[in-house]
Every structure is written in structure tokens, then in C-alpha cells.
């Protein structure tokens, strides 16, 4: 099992900057996949931002040059940080992990922190 704890967020103004952490905990867990997740009222929830290990980092088309998010493998911790925030930003942001039990075989399992409410006001 994988907890994941997210902070940072909050209210901000368009043009302004935010920025999220999330820390994994849980013990003998490989870590494939960490990053960002979103879901605006009414909307599905929506890649943002993720760091696979092994390759570089995927954004999407919405937030590129914008946001940066980064990994630090050795603290199972990621961030996001966002820079020129539009009203159309504002959303529950999830930090996201696809992990697994270092001794499991088979596919890695899909876990997620509570949200936490990034708002951008115009």
C-alpha cells in the first residue's frame, strides 16, 4: 500500500504562481509513476503532469511551459510547480503513483492522495 500525502495549494490570482508537494510513504514499494493529476467541477479527472522513471517528464498540452513538475526518487516526493496560473487552472489537483510491493510480480497499481483545491481567480 502507498499513501500519498499532498500540500501547497490554495487561492491565487491569474498570473500569479502556486506550488504542490506530495510525498509517498509505505515501505518496499517500487515507485514507477509520480505526478499530477486534476478534475474541474463538472469535468473528468486529467493528466497534468507525471515523471516516470526511465523517462522524462509528460505534460499536458494545456499547462506545457507552465508548470514543471519534478521527482525525487531517493524521498519518494514530487512537486509541481505552476507558474502563470488561468482561471481555467482551477480544480482539485491529485498527486498520483503507480506502485508496487518490491517482491510483486505483474503490473504496477494506481494510487492517489486526497486532492487538494488549487482555485485562480481572473
Known amino acids: 500500500q502507498v499513501h500519498l500525502v499532498e500540500s501547497g495549494g490554495g487561492l491565487v490570482q491569474a498570473g500569479g504562481s502556486l506550488s504542490l508537494a506530495c510525498a509517498a510513504s509505505g515501505s518496499y514499494n517500487v515507485i514507477k509513476t509520480m505526478g499530477w493529476y486534476r478534475q474541474a467541477p463538472g469535468k473528468q479527472r486529467e493528466l497534468v503532469a507525471t515523471v516516470t522513471s526511465g523517462s522524462g517528464p509528460k505534460y499536458a498540452d494545456s499547462v506545457k511551459g507552465r508548470f514543471t513538475v519534478s521527482r525525487d526518487n531517493a524521498k519518494n516526493t514530487a512537486h509541481l510547480q505552476m507558474i502563470s496560473l488561468k482561471p481555467e487552472d482551477t480544480a482539485v489537483y491529485y498527486c498520483?503513483?503507480?506502485?508496487?510491493?518490491?517482491?510483486?510480480?505483474?503490473?504496477?497499481?494506481?494510487?492517489w492522495g486526497q486532492g487538494t483545491q488549487v482555485t485562480v481567480s481572473s
Open positions: 498520483y503513483a503507480a506502485a508496487k510491493k518490491v517482491y510483486e510480480l505483474g503490473n504496477f497499481n494506481d494510487y
